[in-house]
Structures are given as structure tokens and as C-alpha cells.
């Protein structure tokens, strides 16, 4: 190896039925209107200018993700703590919990995701993991410290890497956890070596889908779980071929403050998963057991110590605030889902 509570919402069922999105699993953001500047090609094209471009375009994404962590993360650990992903609440729970209630909420999220993936703390087959698109290692340590596991977390932040090992250090957790920049497309790992995959909510930064998800699996040990936990849009109902212009409208907006390439449904990583023959694939929409997150965080930056952090931290932080409100109109509306999918790797 290079380097060293409530049930859900409600169960989607999986019949091997085909999502009208999604017309092969090789073909899946081609399929989609790109939904950024980021996004100016796809490669149905076939040409080497298209190709480039393409390129330049994903460096261009990775870059921009870099950098919007590298600016907001600071802003991100000064309000909310170590994790930077939605909480788990009961639906219809107000948003005017403490700030403690909310950062429990984030640790429940985590403990709705280890369970519903069946993953408990009785498990002793959880040696190693990997958490792609790891923040600041708040995931991580968490992990590690309950199974005992050793972790290794990757983003492309280099700000977002450094702060993880040292909270690490500062926490005696160097020993079960470290942090690294790296390409959660194309991952320095060897094959099968992790027993359990991590994926909070970083799916949605991945401008291909289907290489996202094949890499998942390949550093998956045989008998391993993988647990994605992303935004998605909607399932397309039959017939559909994608969503109404005002929807993709909503997402371009979103996309482009946060660095997001094209979107896609849970239906669609439940047949990228089924067709590299995945066993025990469940999905979940947990949108409504998110719902009170984003009004929150909207409060917190609305207080002067919000504020002021806000103002502190530049142009990106402030873009990101005033998209908040999309992200509410989002889920509402029914657009946004708040999605799990898990599986498990063949013996």
C-alpha cells in the first residue's frame, strides 16, 4: 500500500429495472446536459481537441474544489467542529437546536450510515478504510476510534489534509489515522486492501460517476463494504430522458458555486453498482431526515460571529452562503435528494 436513533426515512426497493438516465453505466454523465462551465465537452465526441478540452476541463474542476476547500474548511471547523457533512435528524425536528445538538446530529449521520450499511460495532472484520473525500478527517477519526481501525483518508485539499493530521496528532490518533492529497478518481492504493470504503458526501464532486464508483470497488477487499453517502437529483420517472429545464437550472446555479460537475440519481449508482455485480445493494432517501440542516447553517451565519468569520474567510464563503438558500429550494421542491447507497464486495 503506498500509504500507510431513528431508522430512515423510507427504503427504496431495487428491481433490475433500466433508469431512462442512465443508458449504460460507461455512458453516464453523457447521457446528462454538463451543468458548469466546468463541464464545456463529454466524450461521445471522439476527437483530440474534444479530449483535451475534457482534460483540461476535470483539471480545471480539481483545481477549483481544492481551492474552495483550501478558503472555506478554516470557516467550515470554526462554526461547526470536525464534520463537515449534513446531520441526522428526526423529520419535522426544528432547526433551532444548540449547536451541540447539531454537531450530534453530524456523529448520528455517521452512526445511521455504519447501521443501515450493516456495519456494526461488533464487527471485527474492519481493519482498514479508506475515507475518499475525507475533509478534515472528522469521519475518520471517528471510524478508527470506534472500530479500532486503522484509516487513511484522502481530498484534494491541501489545507484540508494538513489541518486532518494535525487534529490527529493533537487527538493521540497519528498511529490509526492519517491524511493525504489525492485523486478519488484514480487512488494511490492497491487493490481490495480496504474493508470498509467511505464516501461522505463526495460523490457529488466526481465528474464521472462510473470511474468514481469502479475505483470504490477496486480498493475494496473482497467481503469489504462500500457506503455512499451524496446529493443526488431526483430518479427520472419512465420516459423520462432528464430533468425539466428549471430543475437543471436550479442545479447549474449550485454548481457553480460549489465546484459541482453534472449530477446524477441514486437509481443510477444502484445500476453502476449492479453492473460490476455488487451483492447486497440497498439504497435510501434520507432527504427528509436532512431537511432542518441547511436552515441551520443559514442561522449560524446569520449571528455576528458568523459573520464576521465569514467575511474574514472571502469571496468563496460568502458565494457558498448565499447559495444556501438554493440548496433549501432544492430539497422542497423534491430536485435534491439526500442519498445512501451501499454494497458489498464479492468473496
Aim: with cysteine; net charge neutral; aromatic share 8%.
Amino acid at each position: 500500500m503506498k500509504a500507510t436513533l431513528a431508522p430512515p426515512s423510507s427504503l427504496i426497493s431495487l428491481p433490475r429495472h433500466k433508469v431512462s438516465s442512465l443508458r449504460s453505466p460507461s455512458l453516464l454523465l453523457q447521457s446528462q446536459r454538463p451543468s458548469s462551465a466546468l463541464m464545456t465537452t463529454t466524450a461521445s465526441r471522439g476527437s483530440v481537441a474534444v479530449t483535451a478540452a475534457a482534460t483540461s476541463s476535470a483539471e480545471a474542476l480539481r483545481e477549483g474544489i481544492a481551492e474552495f476547500y483550501n478558503e472555506t474548511s478554516g470557516l467550515w471547523e470554526e462554526i461547526w467542529g470536525d464534520h463537515m457533512h449534513h446531520g441526522f435528524y428526526d423529520p419535522d425536528s426544528s432547526v433551532q437546536l444548540s449547536d451541540s445538538g447539531h454537531r450530534e446530529a453530524q456523529i448520528r449521520m455517521i452512526e445511521e450510515s455504519l447501521r443501515f450499511a450493516g456495519v456494526t460495532e461488533e464487527e471485527k472484520k474492519i481493519k482498514r478504510v479508506v475515507d475518499v473525500g475525507c475533509g478534515i478527517g472528522g469521519s475518520s477519526r471517528y471510524i478508527a476510534s470506534k472500530f479500532g481501525a486503522e484509516c487513511i483518508g484522502i481530498t484534494l485539499s491541501p489545507v484540508q489534509a494538513k489541518r486532518a493530521n494535525d487534529l490527529a496528532a493533537a487527538q493521540s490518533l497519528s498511529h490509526k489515522v492519517s491524511f493525504q492529497v489525492a485523486d478519488a478518481l484514480d487512488q494511490p492504493f492497491e487493490d481490495g486492501i480496504f474493508d470498509l470504503v467511505w464516501s461522505m458526501e463526495s460523490g457529488e464532486h466526481m465528474p464521472d460517476k462510473a470511474k468514481f464508483v469502479k475505483e470504490l470497488v477496486r480498493v475494496t477487499a473482497p467481503g469489504g463494504r462500500i457506503i455512499i453517502v451524496t446529493w443526488c437529483h431526483r430518479n427520472l420517472s419512465q420516459g423520462e430522458e432528464s430533468l425539466q429545464p428549471w430543475e437543471q437550472n436550479l442545479l447549474d446555479r449550485i454548481c457553480k458555486t460549489f465546484y459541482l460537475p453534472a449530477w446524477c440519481s441514486t437509481s443510477d449508482y444502484v445500476e453502476l453498482l449492479q453492473s460490476l455485480s455488487l451483492q447486497d445493494i440497498k439504497c435510501a432517501d434520507w432527504s427528509e431526515n436532512v431537511a432542518p440542516f441547511w436552515p441551520a447553517v443559514i442561522r449560524t451565519a446569520l449571528t455576528w460571529k458568523g459573520l464576521v468569520s465569514l467575511l474574514r474567510s472571502g469571496m468563496k464563503s460568502i458565494k457558498g452562503a448565499l447559495t444556501m438558500p438554493l440548496m433549501i429550494e432544492g430539497y422542497k421542491k423534491g430536485v435534491i435528494k439526500f442519498g445512501i447507497i451501499t454494497c458489498q464486495k464479492p468473496l
